[in-house]
């Protein structure tokens, strides 16, 4: 009988232990993780994902579980971006929106409707936190480290991925646009305002997530194109299997002709750039 | 062939081949019930809007972390004492069927979305005996449980919330045995302790095919679960009537007092043996009302059990008893953990 009084008494004191991961949570298995990241507690679980990831640094898992929580902490869910995109966009969008793509309507849009990839990117340019720094960048950084092999990647990871270097290359995009207009929106471009180092970047970043962004769609067969636009676009769906379609259609092409010419270049100004990123705006918006 | 039918044929089964005549027998026989919200009402809303991300993406927006789970559970059992032909240390041998359903699920991760949602009927049949000692303050009681039943599946992760999600249907099988010993002492005439320690295996076989997203998983495994329970009594007499006050301690996976989830819960919980301290243990404070003789008519208790507050009311009239509860319960399916607030109630009657 001794043992059971013993036994009872354990349990008077276990019954103030914590019951579940929600109470002393140290990310130390898959639940706790997820846990957290139900909870939207991104900042904690970068606190303490990254604890783990140090003790940990080639489980993969772990990797892109962090990955996944600077994503949540730069303010992007997937399905929440998508419904954000095609939303009204009244609600979200900035007193920029008239600076490209003038005709692009801001109306809700219906399931299987129709809408012009320029405008669609728009849409995701104005509803995307900033990529060149800070949270955003770095979920970008750790998704490609952690699978780098699209291969050998599951199709929603590799969806995932592409979706956020599509992301970045539009925002990006969009970036520059604004910047040959002379309009600086992040702090990143104010500070960089005559830094033609950084300006150089942006292009070589842009070619990467172009190229990155190919390859994840190539593995990922329709998802992405499905994912964004509620259907299978045979346009962005082709596009994302080959990087100079996908350049073309982005619109992004042009300025990757500049980086080019920077290249054989070096000498040019931030003004000429500048003309010439305007130039490529302009031809954009002839086509639009 | 309804399964409930396929579980009464168990029934005449086991008494078939017990084939011992009965001297006394009881009969008795609950209906429970109990829920929190129905999850698969949210899996037809996600079903209905195939396709439409931003329309999912309303339907599951608030629901991360938050599994569901709803019950029903019908149980009857008959116990008659051996005739002699069998081994002196059993007393009595018991027959019974249990039909319940099941159904829950969940959404987890914002990031990276997935759904999981599952529903099970079963079958089961049980046989057993008891073995009570000579002074009367222990019971062993042995019985081995055989199930039969339909399950549904549904997984999807991701970009597979695009497509239509399918449902993937499947037998689910068990058996197992389930064995209990329970100690009762007195000190005194009005103080008594009661111990129990209880441990049940069952294997689960399933052929329902994996999902898409995880071909690894494993539908068919052996989950386990254990009990610890002690209660403490001091009983107190007025003119009218006599009443006890005391505390009672649990240990074990769900540590819920006179909650019998389903049998298959633990299956779809994939119900691990520790999951974490404070998930496997309860306390409270239990009291009870005595009416004539030392029938307890009106039984209450509350405290923390399995970290959270839960408390229940048990009504006893002659043979009928009524009980309600509530309890948060700890989900765990699918690499994440989620508490459900459920409210239970039961009938049932001893004949």
């Known amino acids: ?288 | 062939m309804k399964l409930t039918t396929l579980s009464a044929i168990f029934t005449l089964f086991s008494i078939i081949l017990l084939g011992a005549e009965t001297k006394a027998a009881d009969l008795s026989l609950s209906l429970s019930y109990a829920q929190s919200r129905d999850f698969w009402k949210t899996v037809q809303s996600i079903q209905d809007k195939t396709g439409d991300i931003g329309a999912i993406h309303q339907v599951i927006k608030d629901k991360y972390g938050k599994p569901d789970l709803l019950y029903s559970r019908f149980s009857a059992s008959y116990s008659f004492e051996q005739n002699g032909d069998f081994p002196e240390f059993i007393d009595n041998f018991f027959v019974g069927t249990n039909a319940e359903a099941l159904a829950g699920g969940g959404v987890q991760n914002p990031i990276s979305p997935e759904v999981h949602a599952y529903a099970s009927t079963m079958g089961i049949g049980s046989a057993g005996f008891l073995s009570i000692s000579d002074s009367k303050q222990s019971i062993f009681s042995m019985q081995t449980l055989l199930g039969l039943g339909k399950q549904k599946q549904l997984d999807a992760k991701g970009a597979e919330f695009i497509d239509a999600i399918p449902v993937r249907n499947g037998i689910l099988a068990l058996g197992g045995v389930d064995l209990d010993y329970v100690y009762r002492t007195s000190f005194g005439d009005n103080f008594w302790t009661t111990n129990s320690v209880g441990i049940r295996p069952i294997y689960f076989f399933s052929n329902i095919d994996p999902p898409l997203s995880e071909s690894e998983t494993k539908y068919s495994y052996l989950v386990l679960r254990w009990r610890l329970e002690s209660e403490w009594l001091k009983q107190f007499s007025s003119d009218y009537f006599d009443w006890s006050l005391g505390i009672h301690t649990i240990a074990g996976q769900s540590p819920y007092p006179g909650l019998i989830l389903p049998i298959t819960w633990d299956y779809h919980n994939r119900l691990q043996l520790l999951p974490s301290l404070g998930s496997v243990s309860g306390i409270g404070l239990v009291a009870k009302l005595f009416g004539d003789g030392s029938y307890a008519n009106l039984t209450s208790h509350a405290g923390i059990y399995g970290g959270e507050i839960g408390g229940g009311l048990g009504l006893h009239i002659k043979t009928f008893s009524l009980n309600a509860s509530t309890y948060s319960i700890e989900n765990y399916f699918h690499r994440s953990e989620g508490k459900t607030r459920i409210w239970s109630a039961s009938i049932g009657v001893v004949l």
């Open chain 1, 1 to 288: 009988m001794k043992t059971f009084y013993f036994i009872a008494l354990l349990i008077c004191f276990s019954s103030c232990a914590p019951s579940t991961s929600e109470k002393y949570n140290s990310a130390s298995s898959e639940a706790e993780i997820l846990t957290l990241l139900n909870e939207r507690e991104y900042h904690k679980a970068i606190w303490l994902i990254e604890a783990q990831y140090t003790k940990n640094p080639k489980k993969t898992d772990i990797k892109f579980y962090l990955a996944q929580a600077y994503l949540g902490k730069a303010g992007f869910e997937p399905l929440e971006f998508i419904d954000k995109i095609h939303g009204d966009q009244n609600k979200t969008q900035s007193n920029l929106w008239n600076q490209f793509f003038k005709n692009c309507e801001t109306r809700a849009i219906f399931k299987n409707e129709s809408i012009s990839l320029h405008c669609l990117f728009k849409r995701i340019y104005f509803n995307t936190p900033e990529v060149s720094s800070g949270d955003f960048a770095t979920a970008r950084s750790l998704m490609r480290s952690a699978y780098p092999n699209p291969e050998h990647t599951s199709t929603w990871n590799n969806t995932l991925i592409g979706m956020v270097e599509l992301v970045s290359l539009i925002k990006r995009s969009g970036d520059l646009y604004m910047y040959g207009k002379n309009i600086l929106t992040t702090t990143e471009m104010k500070k960089n305002a005559l830094n033609i180092q950084w300006l150089k970047a942006q292009f070589t970043q842009a070619l990467i997530e172009t190229n990155e962004c190919a390859i994840r769609g190539s593995y990922s067969g329709d998802k992405i194109s499905k994912f964004i636009l509620k259907y299978k676009s045979e346009s962005l769906y082709e596009a994302l299997n080959d990087r100079f379609q996908l350049s073309q259609r982005l619109g992004t092409l042009k300025l990757l002709s500049i980086e080019h010419n920077l290249k054989n270049n070096p000498d040019l100004t931030i003004n000429q750039i500048r003309e010439k990123i305007l130039a490529a705006l302009d031809d954009e918006e002839r086509q639009h």
